[in-house]
């Protein structure tokens, strides 16, 4: 890529958040995680430059960190805006859990209010040892040395998984997909399982469960 072609991207991520804000959504993540653009300039395994935005660690985060500067000063200050960063390449000479601290920290400074915590994604060779809660440890760590809340991912698809999760400060959030896709009524289960009171909609008030889900 050109210089040309990198402030290109900048603006573009500048000009998708204030779409986003247009059209009234309530917070931003900047998706900088699995092998995408961003992770790319980020890992030592891939960015290969010898230029500004490539060599050392400062260099490669710099796209990230300019995408971040870019965004957050195009959406409102009340916005939160949520970074989502690969915490570990899972592979030899890849980005390690201690540069995902120091790129966390640089992040929060700019203005970023949570770092969604995945890992992977960047080449073929990554050993992932993958399990339930498998990437808490990399949003603790992140949480307790960056001092920035971070959302944690990754095979946690119970009500209590989650709950003890964020109860014990492995992260601050708990983020979900496929769980959501699987059962859509997912936070329903979940409200009644914690215990956790929700109306309900009119349309379910005779579904409400009285004993067990």
Do not use: C
Request: proline share 4%; no cysteine; aromatic share 8%.
């Amino acid at each position: 890529m050109s210089e040309a072609d990198i402030h290109a991207v900048i603006s573009d991520f500048a000009a998708a958040a204030g779409r986003a804000v247009d059209a009234g959504f309530d917070t931003v993540e900047i998706h900088g995680a699995h092998g995408y653009l961003l992770h790319q300039f980020q890992s030592p395994l891939i960015n290969k430059r010898e230029d500004s935005w490539g060599g050392s660690e400062a260099a490669r985060n710099r796209l990230m960190l300019a995408v971040v500067d870019a965004v957050r000063a195009v959406i409102p200050d009340s916005m939160p805006l949520l970074l989502r960063i690969s915490a570990s390449d899972w592979a030899e000479g890849g980005i390690d859990i201690d540069a995902s601290v120091r790129l966390a920290r640089a992040a929060a400074e700019r203005g970023v209010d949570l770092v969604d915590v995945s890992s992977g994604g960047a080449v073929a060779h990554q050993r992932i040892k993958a399990g339930p809660g498998y990437q808490t440890g990399f949003s603790e760590q992140i949480r307790r040395e960056a001092g920035v809340p971070t959302g944690a991912v990754g095979f946690l698809t119970s009500s209590g998984q989650a709950e003890h999760t964020v109860a014990t400060g492995q992260a601050d959030g708990v983020f979900m997909a496929r769980a959501a896709l699987r059962d859509p009524h997912w936070w329903l289960r979940a409200a009644f399982e914690l215990g956790f009171p929700l109306d309900w909609a009119p349309q379910y008030q005779r579904a409400v469960p009285r004993h067990s889900f």
